[in-house]
T-cell receptor, first 112, second 112 residues
Framework: GDSVTQMEGPVTLSEEAFLTINCTYT??????LFWYVQYPGEGLQLLLK?????DKGSNKGFEATYRKETTSFHLEKGSVQVSDSAVYFC???????????FGTGTRLQVTL | DTGVSQDPRHKITKRGQNVTFRCDPI?????LYWYRQTLGQGPEFLTY????????KSRLLSDRFSAERPKGSFSTLEIQRTEQGDSAMYLC??????????FGSGTQLSVL
């Protein structure tokens, strides 16, 4: 069945460091891919998305490119801030129901 | 737009008791979703509604679970005869058809 695998955390970085969080997917069709972020005490928020191969989603300095050949959607940011500390979830949707399949989440901790 | 609200934020109950959670979606959203998230895992799909019709239920949703959306607005999720394995965060989300999901902050259930 459809699934999403993302790197385990926690990931601990110093402020201004480069961030990569790996995500790969398996799907029977052609999914749309998403990154959601969950800040402490808050609900999940959509960070970015890509709906077809080679699309790049971007928001708040974060980027991810839909790579069909490697079935990947890695999240990157060139310079992280303390305020980026959160749990990041990779997710996919196939079909029309907008029913998301999530990865297990990666906790990011950014320190001064 | 006040976002998706869930009530209560926390619920502690004894094994065998029934519990009910409420979700109020964003007012114009016709789709409403329930997810369950356990510690260290990503959210897992439980069920979704389009207007008042429940269109899909996950195998995770045992006979002890029931969800309703009687007038196509708010929704309730009831768990009968709770078990310790039901302890989790229950998330509600809403959307327009084929648009992005907006999540509430969740109801944390602890079954003692």
């Amino acid at each position: 069945g459809d699934s999403v695998t993302q790197m385990e955390g926690p990931v601990t970085l110093s402020e201004e460091a480069f961030l990569t969080i790996n995500c790969t997917y398996t799907a029977t069709g052609y999914p749309s891919l998403f990154w959601y972020v969950q800040y402490p005490g808050e609900g999940l928020q959509l960070l970015l998305k890509a709906t077809k191969a080679d699309d790049k989603g971007s928001n708040k300095g974060f980027e991810a490119t839909y790579r069909k050949e490697t079935t990947s959607f890695h999240l990157e940011k060139g310079s992280v801030q303390v305020s980026d500390s959160a749990v990041y979830f990779c997710a996919q949707v196939t079909g029309t129901a907008s029913k998301l399949t999530f990865g297990t989440g990666t906790r990011l901790q950014v320190t001064l | 737009d006040t976002g998706v609200s869930q009530d209560p934020r926390h619920k502690i109950t004894k094994r065998g008791q029934n519990v009910t959670f409420r979700c109020d979606p964003i007012s114009e959203h016709n789709r409403l979703y329930w997810y369950r998230q356990t510690l260290g895992q990503g959210p897992e799909f439980l069920t979704y509604f389009q207007n008042e019709a429940q269109l899909e239920k996950s195998r995770l949703l045992s006979d002890r679970f029931s969800a309703e959306r009687p007038k196509g607005s708010f929704s309730t999720l009831e768990i009968q005869r709770t078990e310790q394995g039901d302890s989790a965060m229950y998330l509600c989300a809403s959307s327009l058809v084929d648009e992005k999901l907006f999540f509430g902050s969740g109801t944390q259930l602890s079954v003692l």
